[in-house]
């Protein structure tokens, strides 16, 4: 199947700073991915759906300027946490359907990022 | 928000039992996909089921689909000590999914 990275997999940074972490799918093109955030022991939440060429989507309760999101290239989508606090801790996922997938919903996961806020 | 409940949360048994998995959602659907998560790690594609399919099966998996209940199971046969993992249903529309709680299956050697 279609294999997705992340970087970096795991982070951990001082309260206050911002964290990059990149989502891309290494043999296909996705004009459209979208980023999950995990607390431990619960299930995952999608928090915004990232678009090629356009601003991304956030789901309620996302603050998007908190949560960047740039969809720089067909394999590649960055989501920047600024101003990192400790309850931003968590498993960050991104996903990302092959492009024009027949069935829109095959959607193939990257391996996570745990960033960790101290 | 969550599309719905999954029961049970936490399942606890021994290898080469069978595991039985449910989960209910709220809306209406076009197919439910099951997913398996090890810890720390991230998902992986088991079986996706489509809104007018009843019963569907992968190697040691079966899934069923009731879109009368709004309700679908999944069974893992012959368990091993390797299925241990969180297991979460997703429906979604447009390709965002919406993922059930999920159940954390431990099988003991």
């Known amino acids: 199947g279609a294999v997705v990275s992340q970087h970096p997999s795991w982070v951990i940074c001082k309260s206050g700073t911002s964290v990059k972490i990149e989502c891309r799918s290494l043999?296909?093109?996705?004009?459209?991915m979208f980023w999950y955030r995990q607390f431990p022991k619960q299930s995952l939440m999608l928090m915004a759906t990232?678009?090629?060429?356009?601003?991304?989507?956030?789901e309620q309760g996302v603050e998007k300027d908190k949560f960047l999101i740039n969809h720089a290239s067909l394999t590649l989508s960055t989501l920047t946490v600024t101003s990192a606090h400790p309850e931003d801790s968590s498993f960050y996922i991104c996903?990302?359907?092959?492009?024009?997938?027949?069935?829109?919903?095959?959607?193939?996961f990257g391996p996570g990022t745990r960033l960790t806020v101290l | 928000s969550q599309q719905g409940e999954e029961d049970p949360q936490a399942l606890s048994i021994q290898e080469g039992e069978n595991a039985t998995m449910n989960c209910s959602y709220k809306?209406?659907?076009?197919?439910l996909q099951w997913y398996r998560q090890n810890s720390g790690r991230g998902l992986v594609h088991l079986i996706l089921?489509?809104?007018?399919?009843r019963e569907k099966h992968s190697g040691r998996l079966r899934v069923t689909l009731d879109t009368s209940k709004k309700s679908s199971s999944l069974l893992i046969t012959a368990s091993r000590a390797a299925d241990t993992a969180s297991y979460f249903c997703?429906?979604?529309?447009?390709?965002?999914?919406?993922f059930g709680q999920g159940t954390t299956l431990q099988v003991k050697p």
């Open positions: 996903s990302a359907p092959p492009r024009g997938a027949v069935a829109y919903n095959e959607q193939f």
């Open positions: 043999d296909f093109q996705a004009t459209t």
């Open positions: 990232s678009n090629e060429g356009s601003k991304a989507t956030y």
């Open positions: 809306t209406s659907i076009n197919n």
């Open positions: 089921i489509r809104s007018n399919e």
């Open positions: 997703a429906t979604g529309g447009t390709g965002k999914l919406i």
